[in-house]
């Protein structure tokens, strides 16, 4: 179940988004931002943080690493996308823009990690190569067409 929930999370966005559009009158792309880095980013990020701090041997084997002092750091690396993902409905545009800048490099960055682990080690465990993976890859893809599709409809002023 907890394999799945990166997934969950991603549905859940998706769900609260066409809410969202309906009873605030936002656009689509507007609510689909807002609640995919509240839920995917937020949340999503709050939870690696529980798992890699408190829960690190679990977790690595669910990796198929071993457990490991980084795992703290990566900890407290979700800790600081979570709470970015969680203030960015009720935040600027340029915040938003920058968390997704941030999580898109990170989940790129452990995305690639992943890759790496199956090509050079063959490691095919769930939280590896299964939602997390695809996850990382797909959900800052998402935000970055999300954000660009806004920025071409309304650019954001940038300070001289």
């Known amino acids: 179940m907890m394999t799945y929930f990166p997934a969950i999370l991603l549905a859940l966005a998706v769900l609260t988004a066409a809410a969202d559009t309906r009873l605030s009158g936002r656009t689509p792309t507007d ?3 807002r609640w995919l880095l509240f839920c995917s980013v937020g949340l999503g990020s709050l939870w690696g943080f529980v798992g890699h701090a408190f829960f690190a041997q679990r977790v690595a084997e669910s990796i198929g690493w071993k457990t490991s002092p980084f ?3 990566v900890a407290v690396a979700n800790l ?5 993902g969680v203030l960015c409905p009720w935040r600027s545009r ?14 790129f960055g452990a995305a ?4 790496r682990q199956m090509i050079v080690a ?3 465990a769930p939280n590896n190569a299964g939602v997390i993976f695809w ?5 800052p893809l998402a935000l ?4 660009c599709i806004r920025a071409k409809r309304e650019p954001l002023a940038v300070r001289q």
Not at 80 to 84: A, D, K, S, T, W
Not at 135 to 139: F, H, K, R, S
Request: net charge negative; aromatic share 14%.
């Open 31 to 33: 609510s689909l931002l």
């Open 71 to 73: 795992q703290f750091e």
């Open 80 to 84: 600081g996308f979570g709470v970015l």
């Open 94 to 107: 340029g915040f938003q823009a920058a968390t997704v800048i941030g999580i898109s490099c990170f989940g």
């Open 112 to 115: 690639f990690g992943h890759a």
């Open 122 to 124: 063959h490691n095919f």
């Open 135 to 139: 996850t990382d890859m797909l959900v």
């Open 144 to 147: 970055l067409v999300l954000l």
